[in-house]
């Protein structure tokens, strides 16, 4: 019986669409660290208020970005409530269309995107955040850099990465997930 439940929700699985995946650039944490786990702390801090300036705006939406594709489809997150995930693509859209950013853009393309500028405001360079933020994915750079700087309150994203860090912490705690690294348990 379990065989047979199993086949049919593999194969119901394969039948739907599945999401753009997206990754995290290789400096998106120091160190050892897990990097979707630093996403989900880093954004749910960046969110619980509104992030102190432009460069780390630009850094969060990046990090939501990235877990609205990871939550709901990477295997390590199976234990995760699926309402979390949802919560996560809300926040993408809100997010999306506070800052101008085109609402089909594919995801890797938005992380890239907003983490490049986000470095490039850090060390104080204006046109690389500019130029990071180009293209069609950031139909008009000026105005995403403008807004990152006066973000408005952004309700759904607020209230959805803070449930994604419950979540992690309820997961972690119940031993369901492992809290760094490649070791998690499935």
């Not at 490049?116 to 750079?141: H, K």
């Not at 952004?154 to 690294?181: C, F, H, K, M, W």
């Amino acid at each position: 019986m379990r065989r047979r439940l199993a086949a049919i929700l593999l194969a119901l699985a394969g039948c739907g669409t599945t999401e753009p995946h997206a990754t995290l650039p290789r400096d998106a944490v120091v160190g050892a660290g897990d990097p979707t786990r630093a996403a989900v702390i880093g954004s749910a801090y960046a969110f619980a208020a509104r992030p102190p300036g432009p460069d780390a705006a630009a850094r969060a939406a990046a990090e939501v970005e990235y877990l609205a594709a990871e939550i709901p489809a990477g295997p390590r997150w199976v234990g995760f409530n699926p309402t979390v995930g949802l919560g996560l693509q809300v926040a993408r859209a809100e997010l999306r269309q506070a800052l101008g950013i085109a609402a089909d853009a594919p995801p890797q393309a938005v992380v890239d995107g907003l983490f490049a500028a986000s470095r490039a405001l850090r060390q104080g360079d204006a046109a690389a955040a500019r130029a990071a933020l180009a293209g069609p994915v950031f139909p008009n750079g000026a105005t995403t850099l403008q807004r990152l700087a006066t973000l408005p309150d952004l309700p759904r994203t607020r209230s959805a990465t803070a449930l994604a860090e419950r979540e992690l912490y309820r997961v972690e705690q119940d031993n369901q997930i492992s809290s760094g690294g490649d070791g998690a348990k499935l």
